[in-house]
Protein backbone atom coordinates (compact mmCIF):
# COMPACT_ATOMS: atom_id res chain seq x y z
CA UNK A 1 0.00 0.00 0.00
CA UNK A 2 1.99 3.25 -1.16
CA UNK A 3 0.14 5.65 -0.30
CA UNK A 4 -0.61 8.49 2.81
CA UNK A 5 0.52 6.88 5.91
CA UNK A 6 -0.72 7.96 9.43
CA UNK A 7 1.12 7.96 12.11
CA UNK A 8 -1.72 5.32 13.72
CA UNK A 9 -0.06 3.24 10.68
CA UNK A 10 3.20 3.49 11.55
CA UNK A 11 2.63 1.76 14.99
CA UNK A 12 0.69 -0.90 13.34
CA UNK A 13 3.30 -1.80 11.02
CA UNK A 14 6.02 -1.79 14.01
CA UNK A 15 3.59 -3.52 16.28
CA UNK A 16 3.25 -5.97 13.25
CA UNK A 17 6.81 -6.86 12.86
CA UNK A 18 7.44 -7.38 16.94
CA UNK A 19 4.15 -9.57 16.57
CA UNK A 20 5.40 -11.64 13.39
CA UNK A 21 9.15 -12.09 14.74
CA UNK A 22 7.66 -13.52 18.31
CA UNK A 23 5.51 -16.05 16.71
CA UNK A 24 8.62 -16.73 14.22
CA UNK A 25 10.59 -17.97 17.23
CA UNK A 26 7.46 -19.58 18.76
CA UNK A 27 7.37 -21.97 15.85
CA UNK A 28 10.69 -22.93 16.01
CA UNK A 29 10.67 -23.52 19.36
CA UNK A 30 7.29 -25.20 20.40
CA UNK A 31 7.12 -28.53 21.39
CA UNK A 32 4.54 -31.22 20.46
CA UNK A 33 4.02 -29.55 16.71
CA UNK A 34 4.77 -31.96 13.67
CA UNK A 35 7.93 -30.93 11.14
CA UNK A 36 5.48 -29.71 8.39
CA UNK A 37 3.36 -27.82 10.61
CA UNK A 38 6.47 -26.17 11.99
CA UNK A 39 7.91 -25.38 8.66
CA UNK A 40 4.95 -24.04 7.04
CA UNK A 41 3.82 -21.42 10.13
CA UNK A 42 7.85 -20.86 9.98
CA UNK A 43 7.65 -20.24 6.38
CA UNK A 44 4.43 -17.78 6.93
CA UNK A 45 5.57 -15.59 9.35
CA UNK A 46 8.84 -15.10 7.38
CA UNK A 47 6.77 -14.11 4.65
CA UNK A 48 4.73 -12.14 6.60
CA UNK A 49 8.08 -10.45 8.27
CA UNK A 50 9.10 -9.94 4.70
CA UNK A 51 5.94 -7.92 3.96
CA UNK A 52 6.26 -5.93 6.80
CA UNK A 53 9.70 -4.74 6.48
CA UNK A 54 8.47 -4.00 3.12
CA UNK A 55 6.00 -1.80 4.49
CA UNK A 56 8.27 -0.10 6.41
CA UNK A 57 10.67 0.86 3.77
CA UNK A 58 7.64 2.24 1.97
CA UNK A 59 7.05 4.49 4.98
CA UNK A 60 10.86 5.06 4.83
CA UNK A 61 10.09 6.08 1.40
CA UNK A 62 7.38 8.30 2.07
CA UNK A 63 9.38 10.43 4.91
CA UNK A 64 12.60 11.23 2.39
CA UNK A 65 12.44 12.33 -0.81
CA UNK A 66 10.16 10.28 -3.04
CA UNK A 67 11.29 8.03 -6.06
CA UNK A 68 9.06 6.77 -8.11
CA UNK A 69 10.81 4.14 -9.17
CA UNK A 70 11.69 2.41 -5.57
CA UNK A 71 7.75 2.92 -4.63
CA UNK A 72 6.85 0.69 -7.61
CA UNK A 73 9.70 -1.96 -6.40
CA UNK A 74 8.57 -2.29 -3.24
CA UNK A 75 4.93 -2.30 -4.61
CA UNK A 76 5.95 -5.39 -6.96
CA UNK A 77 7.36 -6.84 -4.07
CA UNK A 78 4.31 -6.45 -1.21
CA UNK A 79 2.04 -8.42 -4.11
CA UNK A 80 4.45 -10.88 -4.40
CA UNK A 81 4.99 -12.00 -0.98
CA UNK A 82 1.10 -11.86 -0.95
CA UNK A 83 1.01 -14.31 -3.57
CA UNK A 84 3.06 -16.60 -1.78
CA UNK A 85 0.80 -17.59 1.44
CA UNK A 86 -2.30 -19.00 -0.84
CA UNK A 87 0.39 -20.83 -2.59
CA UNK A 88 2.27 -21.74 0.36
CA UNK A 89 -1.52 -23.40 2.01
CA UNK A 90 -1.98 -25.51 -0.79
CA UNK A 91 1.71 -27.34 0.03
CA UNK A 92 0.55 -27.50 3.78
CA UNK A 93 -2.71 -29.04 2.75
CA UNK A 94 -1.00 -31.47 0.31
CA UNK A 95 2.00 -32.18 2.65
CA UNK A 96 -0.56 -32.86 5.75
CA UNK A 97 -2.34 -35.42 3.54
CA UNK A 98 1.23 -36.83 2.87
CA UNK A 99 0.54 -36.17 -0.81
CA UNK A 100 3.84 -35.83 -2.67
CA UNK A 101 4.15 -32.35 -4.52
CA UNK A 102 5.68 -33.74 -7.25
CA UNK A 103 3.32 -36.40 -8.27
CA UNK A 104 0.11 -33.98 -6.92
CA UNK A 105 -2.34 -32.81 -10.29
CA UNK A 106 -3.44 -30.27 -7.91
CA UNK A 107 -0.23 -28.69 -7.04
CA UNK A 108 0.89 -28.64 -10.69
CA UNK A 109 -2.66 -25.92 -11.45
CA UNK A 110 -1.60 -24.24 -8.60
CA UNK A 111 2.03 -23.49 -10.33
CA UNK A 112 0.54 -22.78 -13.33
CA UNK A 113 -2.08 -20.03 -12.17
CA UNK A 114 0.67 -18.34 -9.83
CA UNK A 115 2.68 -17.99 -12.97
CA UNK A 116 0.08 -16.55 -14.66
CA UNK A 117 -0.32 -13.82 -11.29
CA UNK A 118 3.77 -13.66 -11.78
CA UNK A 119 3.23 -12.75 -15.40
CA UNK A 120 0.27 -10.33 -14.74
CA UNK A 121 2.09 -8.67 -11.97
CA UNK A 122 5.20 -8.04 -14.28
CA UNK A 123 3.02 -6.83 -16.81
CA UNK A 124 2.17 -4.02 -14.25
CA UNK A 125 4.54 -2.70 -14.22
CA UNK A 126 4.78 -1.19 -17.82
CA UNK A 127 0.54 -0.05 -18.04
CA UNK A 128 -1.48 2.02 -15.79
CA UNK A 129 -4.36 -0.56 -16.68
CA UNK A 130 -3.29 -2.80 -13.51
CA UNK A 131 -2.35 0.03 -11.03
CA UNK A 132 -0.24 3.12 -10.86
CA UNK A 133 1.21 5.88 -9.10
CA UNK A 134 0.20 8.91 -9.51
CA UNK A 135 2.88 12.05 -8.89
CA UNK A 136 2.66 12.05 -5.10
CA UNK A 137 2.85 8.07 -5.00
CA UNK A 138 -0.61 7.63 -3.76
CA UNK A 139 -1.37 4.10 -5.48
CA UNK A 140 -4.56 3.68 -7.83
CA UNK A 141 -6.33 0.89 -8.88
CA UNK A 142 -6.52 0.19 -12.43
CA UNK A 143 -9.74 -0.57 -14.69
CA UNK A 144 -8.11 -4.14 -14.66
CA UNK A 145 -6.81 -4.67 -11.34
CA UNK A 146 -9.31 -7.27 -10.19
CA UNK A 147 -7.76 -9.43 -12.60
CA UNK A 148 -4.27 -9.21 -11.25
CA UNK A 149 -5.98 -11.07 -7.95
CA UNK A 150 -7.92 -13.60 -10.00
CA UNK A 151 -5.43 -15.76 -9.71
CA UNK A 152 -5.00 -15.80 -5.98
CA UNK A 153 -8.82 -16.16 -5.67
CA UNK A 154 -8.70 -19.52 -7.84
CA UNK A 155 -5.86 -21.21 -5.94
CA UNK A 156 -7.74 -20.44 -2.74
CA UNK A 157 -10.64 -22.40 -4.71
CA UNK A 158 -8.35 -25.10 -5.39
CA UNK A 159 -7.28 -24.80 -2.11
CA UNK A 160 -10.75 -25.32 -0.99
CA UNK A 161 -11.24 -28.74 -3.27
CA UNK A 162 -8.25 -30.26 -1.83
CA UNK A 163 -9.78 -29.86 1.67
CA UNK A 164 -13.34 -31.24 0.53
CA UNK A 165 -11.22 -33.90 -0.93
CA UNK A 166 -9.73 -35.00 1.81
CA UNK A 167 -11.75 -34.03 4.77
CA UNK A 168 -12.03 -37.72 5.95
CA UNK A 169 -8.02 -37.03 6.61
CA UNK A 170 -8.03 -34.15 9.12
CA UNK A 171 -9.55 -34.29 12.36
CA UNK A 172 -12.79 -31.96 12.82
CA UNK A 173 -10.37 -29.24 14.93
CA UNK A 174 -7.44 -28.91 11.91
CA UNK A 175 -10.51 -28.88 9.14
CA UNK A 176 -12.20 -26.30 10.41
CA UNK A 177 -8.66 -24.13 11.25
CA UNK A 178 -7.75 -24.52 7.43
CA UNK A 179 -11.29 -23.50 6.62
CA UNK A 180 -11.51 -20.59 8.50
CA UNK A 181 -7.79 -19.24 6.27
CA UNK A 182 -9.17 -20.37 3.18
CA UNK A 183 -12.71 -18.52 3.32
CA UNK A 184 -12.16 -15.54 4.58
CA UNK A 185 -9.13 -14.79 2.83
CA UNK A 186 -11.20 -15.01 -0.43
CA UNK A 187 -13.95 -12.96 1.21
CA UNK A 188 -11.37 -10.23 2.07
CA UNK A 189 -9.60 -10.66 -1.48
CA UNK A 190 -12.53 -9.65 -3.45
CA UNK A 191 -13.52 -7.35 -0.87
CA UNK A 192 -9.59 -5.69 -1.75
CA UNK A 193 -9.90 -6.52 -5.56
CA UNK A 194 -12.94 -3.53 -5.19
CA UNK A 195 -12.65 -1.27 -2.78
CA UNK A 196 -10.10 -0.49 0.85
CA UNK A 197 -6.51 -0.82 0.49
CA UNK A 198 -4.02 -3.83 0.79
CA UNK A 199 -3.96 -3.30 4.83
CA UNK A 200 -7.14 -5.21 5.11
CA UNK A 201 -5.80 -8.13 3.02
CA UNK A 202 -2.54 -8.51 5.60
CA UNK A 203 -4.91 -8.01 8.72
CA UNK A 204 -7.23 -10.93 6.93
CA UNK A 205 -4.17 -12.64 6.17
CA UNK A 206 -2.67 -12.43 9.53
CA UNK A 207 -5.54 -13.23 11.63
CA UNK A 208 -7.41 -15.69 9.73
CA UNK A 209 -3.71 -17.86 10.08
CA UNK A 210 -3.56 -16.65 13.42
CA UNK A 211 -6.36 -18.74 13.96
CA UNK A 212 -5.53 -21.79 12.11
CA UNK A 213 -2.39 -21.23 14.04
CA UNK A 214 -4.04 -21.77 17.56
CA UNK A 215 -6.11 -24.43 16.31
CA UNK A 216 -3.08 -26.75 15.04
CA UNK A 217 -1.21 -26.31 17.68
CA UNK A 218 -3.77 -26.44 20.44
CA UNK A 219 -4.75 -29.58 18.35
CA UNK A 220 -0.85 -31.72 17.67
CA UNK A 221 0.00 -30.61 21.72
CA UNK A 222 -3.15 -32.56 22.80
CA UNK A 223 -2.21 -35.43 20.25
CA UNK A 224 1.06 -35.32 21.93
CA UNK A 225 0.29 -35.52 25.24
CA UNK A 226 -2.12 -38.31 24.81
CA UNK A 227 0.95 -39.95 22.91
CA UNK A 228 2.96 -39.42 25.40
CA UNK A 229 0.31 -41.14 28.00
CA UNK A 230 -0.11 -44.43 24.97
CA UNK A 231 3.43 -44.41 25.03
CA UNK A 232 3.73 -44.50 29.30
CA UNK A 233 0.60 -46.83 29.41
CA UNK A 234 2.41 -49.41 26.94
CA UNK A 235 5.25 -49.45 28.95
CA UNK A 236 3.41 -50.13 32.04
CA UNK A 237 1.98 -53.21 30.12
CA UNK A 238 5.62 -54.11 29.14
CA UNK A 239 6.36 -54.13 32.77
CA UNK A 240 3.39 -56.18 33.55
CA UNK A 241 4.34 -58.89 30.60
CA UNK A 242 7.68 -58.85 32.09
CA UNK A 243 7.06 -59.89 35.52
CA UNK A 244 10.79 -61.25 36.94
CA UNK A 245 10.70 -65.10 36.09
CA UNK A 246 12.53 -65.92 39.15
CA UNK A 247 9.71 -64.58 41.91
CA UNK A 248 7.13 -66.78 39.99
CA UNK A 249 9.51 -69.70 40.18
CA UNK A 250 10.55 -69.14 43.45
CA UNK A 251 6.02 -68.86 44.52
CA UNK A 252 5.37 -71.73 42.53
CA UNK A 253 8.29 -74.19 44.50
CA UNK A 254 6.82 -73.15 47.55
CA UNK A 255 3.53 -73.79 46.96
CA UNK A 256 4.68 -77.11 45.90
CA UNK A 257 6.01 -77.88 48.91
CA UNK A 258 3.70 -76.16 51.21
CA UNK A 259 1.12 -78.74 49.69
CA UNK A 260 2.55 -81.20 51.58
CA UNK A 261 3.82 -79.95 54.69
CA UNK A 262 1.17 -76.68 55.18
CA UNK A 263 -1.88 -77.52 52.76
CA UNK A 264 -3.41 -74.85 54.42
CA UNK A 265 -1.02 -72.00 53.87
CA UNK A 266 -0.61 -72.84 50.51
CA UNK A 267 -4.41 -72.60 49.72
CA UNK A 268 -3.87 -68.95 51.13
CA UNK A 269 -0.16 -68.69 49.19
CA UNK A 270 -2.03 -69.58 46.14
CA UNK A 271 -4.83 -67.38 46.61
CA UNK A 272 -2.58 -64.29 47.41
CA UNK A 273 -0.50 -65.33 44.23
CA UNK A 274 -4.22 -65.41 41.83
CA UNK A 275 -4.84 -62.19 43.04
CA UNK A 276 -1.26 -60.38 42.80
CA UNK A 277 -1.48 -62.16 38.61
CA UNK A 278 -5.15 -60.70 38.65
CA UNK A 279 -3.95 -57.45 39.45
CA UNK A 280 -1.61 -57.31 37.13
CA UNK A 281 -3.40 -57.87 34.39
CA UNK A 282 -6.15 -55.70 35.30
CA UNK A 283 -3.47 -53.16 35.03
CA UNK A 284 -2.95 -53.87 31.17
CA UNK A 285 -6.88 -52.66 30.42
CA UNK A 286 -6.75 -49.91 32.86
CA UNK A 287 -6.92 -46.77 31.36
CA UNK A 288 -7.29 -44.43 34.02
CA UNK A 289 -6.15 -44.05 37.65
CA UNK A 290 -7.72 -46.61 39.92
CA UNK A 291 -8.73 -46.49 43.19
CA UNK A 292 -6.19 -46.38 46.10
CA UNK A 293 -7.94 -49.80 47.20
CA UNK A 294 -7.42 -51.80 44.63
CA UNK A 295 -3.50 -50.71 44.53
CA UNK A 296 -3.18 -51.90 48.11
CA UNK A 297 -5.17 -55.01 47.59
CA UNK A 298 -2.45 -55.21 45.01
CA UNK A 299 0.77 -54.53 46.91
CA UNK A 300 -0.84 -56.65 49.74
CA UNK A 301 -1.00 -59.23 47.86
CA UNK A 302 2.63 -59.32 46.80
CA UNK A 303 3.77 -59.00 49.95
CA UNK A 304 2.13 -62.03 51.31
CA UNK A 305 3.51 -64.21 48.62
CA UNK A 306 6.90 -62.58 49.37
CA UNK A 307 6.87 -63.39 53.33
CA UNK A 308 6.34 -66.98 52.62
CA UNK A 309 9.69 -67.14 51.53
CA UNK A 310 11.54 -64.81 53.48
CA UNK A 311 8.97 -65.20 57.12
CA UNK A 312 10.59 -62.94 59.99
CA UNK A 313 12.69 -61.56 57.56
CA UNK A 314 9.71 -59.43 55.65
CA UNK A 315 8.25 -57.05 58.29
CA UNK A 316 5.66 -54.87 56.50
CA UNK A 317 3.70 -52.38 58.34
CA UNK A 318 0.44 -50.42 57.46
CA UNK A 319 -0.56 -46.86 58.34
CA UNK A 320 -3.40 -45.87 56.47
CA UNK A 321 -5.12 -42.97 57.18
CA UNK A 322 -6.44 -42.08 54.11
CA UNK A 323 -7.39 -44.47 51.36
CA UNK A 324 -10.12 -42.22 49.69
CA UNK A 325 -8.06 -41.32 46.14
CA UNK A 326 -7.23 -42.14 42.54
CA UNK A 327 -3.41 -43.36 41.57
CA UNK A 328 -2.03 -44.39 38.42
CA UNK A 329 -2.32 -48.37 37.99
CA UNK A 330 0.97 -50.10 39.28
CA UNK A 331 2.39 -47.36 41.35
CA UNK A 332 2.23 -48.76 44.82
CA UNK A 333 3.16 -52.65 44.06
CA UNK A 334 6.05 -51.77 41.96
CA UNK A 335 7.32 -49.60 44.61
CA UNK A 336 7.35 -52.17 47.16
CA UNK A 337 9.27 -54.56 44.71
CA UNK A 338 11.89 -52.11 44.14
CA UNK A 339 11.99 -51.91 48.06
CA UNK A 340 11.88 -55.99 48.27
CA UNK A 341 14.77 -56.19 45.57
CA UNK A 342 17.03 -53.36 47.00
CA UNK A 343 16.41 -53.91 50.68
CA UNK A 344 16.45 -57.08 51.22
CA UNK A 345 19.43 -59.35 51.68
CA UNK A 346 18.67 -63.08 52.16
CA UNK A 347 21.91 -63.19 54.56
CA UNK A 348 21.73 -60.22 56.61
CA UNK A 349 19.12 -58.36 59.32
CA UNK A 350 15.15 -57.84 58.87
CA UNK A 351 13.77 -55.73 55.90
CA UNK A 352 11.25 -53.87 57.57
CA UNK A 353 8.55 -51.83 54.88
CA UNK A 354 5.86 -49.26 56.51
CA UNK A 355 2.95 -48.06 54.09
CA UNK A 356 1.43 -44.66 54.99
CA UNK A 357 -1.31 -42.79 53.43
CA UNK A 358 -1.98 -39.26 54.76
CA UNK A 359 -4.22 -36.43 53.81
CA UNK A 360 -2.98 -32.79 53.52
CA UNK A 361 -4.66 -29.76 51.93
CA UNK A 362 -3.51 -29.94 48.97
CA UNK A 363 -4.38 -33.77 48.08
CA UNK A 364 -3.21 -37.16 49.11
CA UNK A 365 0.44 -38.93 49.70
CA UNK A 366 0.95 -41.78 49.62
CA UNK A 367 4.86 -42.85 51.44
CA UNK A 368 6.93 -45.83 51.07
CA UNK A 369 9.90 -46.63 53.61
CA UNK A 370 12.41 -48.82 54.17
CA UNK A 371 15.36 -49.82 56.39
CA UNK A 372 17.29 -51.18 53.79
CA UNK A 373 20.61 -50.48 52.28
CA UNK A 374 19.37 -47.47 50.32
CA UNK A 375 21.13 -46.64 46.90
CA UNK A 376 22.01 -43.60 44.97
CA UNK A 377 18.36 -41.47 45.20
CA UNK A 378 20.70 -38.49 42.81
CA UNK A 379 20.54 -41.05 40.03
CA UNK A 380 17.30 -43.42 40.81
CA UNK A 381 15.71 -42.21 37.89
CA UNK A 382 18.10 -43.39 35.71
CA UNK A 383 19.05 -46.84 37.54
CA UNK A 384 15.60 -47.71 38.18
CA UNK A 385 13.12 -47.93 35.11
CA UNK A 386 9.87 -49.08 37.10
CA UNK A 387 10.58 -45.50 39.38
CA UNK A 388 11.07 -43.60 35.81
CA UNK A 389 8.11 -45.29 34.66
CA UNK A 390 6.08 -44.40 38.04
CA UNK A 391 6.82 -41.15 37.95
CA UNK A 392 6.09 -40.38 33.92
CA UNK A 393 2.50 -42.07 34.98
CA UNK A 394 1.91 -40.20 37.61
CA UNK A 395 2.73 -37.01 35.74
CA UNK A 396 0.55 -37.41 32.71
CA UNK A 397 -2.32 -39.82 34.59
CA UNK A 398 -2.89 -37.03 37.50
CA UNK A 399 -0.36 -34.52 37.81
CA UNK A 400 0.88 -35.83 40.55
CA UNK A 401 4.89 -36.51 41.66
CA UNK A 402 7.12 -39.14 43.24
CA UNK A 403 10.09 -38.33 45.23
CA UNK A 404 12.95 -40.20 46.45
CA UNK A 405 14.90 -39.78 49.49
CA UNK A 406 17.39 -41.16 52.30
CA UNK A 407 16.01 -42.36 55.02
CA UNK A 408 17.30 -41.15 58.58
CA UNK A 409 18.48 -44.29 60.29
CA UNK A 410 19.74 -46.16 56.62
CA UNK A 411 17.04 -46.75 53.64
CA UNK A 412 15.16 -44.72 51.48
CA UNK A 413 11.39 -43.11 51.55
CA UNK A 414 9.59 -43.08 48.69
CA UNK A 415 6.78 -40.26 48.34
CA UNK A 416 4.29 -39.68 46.19
CA UNK A 417 1.65 -36.88 46.25
CA UNK A 418 -1.66 -36.83 44.08
CA UNK A 419 -3.05 -33.42 43.62
CA UNK A 420 -6.66 -32.56 45.02
Known amino acids: ?220 INKHIQQQADIAHQKANIMVLQMRPHFIYNTMADIYYLCEQNPKEAQQVTLDFITYLRKNFDAIVSENPVPFDDELEHARAYLSVESTRFNENLIVEYNIEHRNFLIPPLTLQPLVENAVRHGLDPNGGRLKIKIETHKTINGSVLIVSDNGPGFDTANAFESAGALSNIKQRLEMMCKGTLTIAPRAGGGTVVTVVIPQ
Open 1 to 220: MIGNYTPETAVLIAVGELFVVILLGFSTALPGVDRISRRYFIAFFSILAAEELILTFDLANMISPKIMALSKVLIFFEYFFISLIPVLLSVFLLKYCGVKLKKSTMFCIVLVIWSAFLILLICAQFTDKIYYLSSDLEFHKGILFPLLLLPILVIMLINLIILIINRYVYTKRIFIAFLIVIVSSAIVTIIYAFSADLAILNISFCLSTLAMYMLIVTEQ
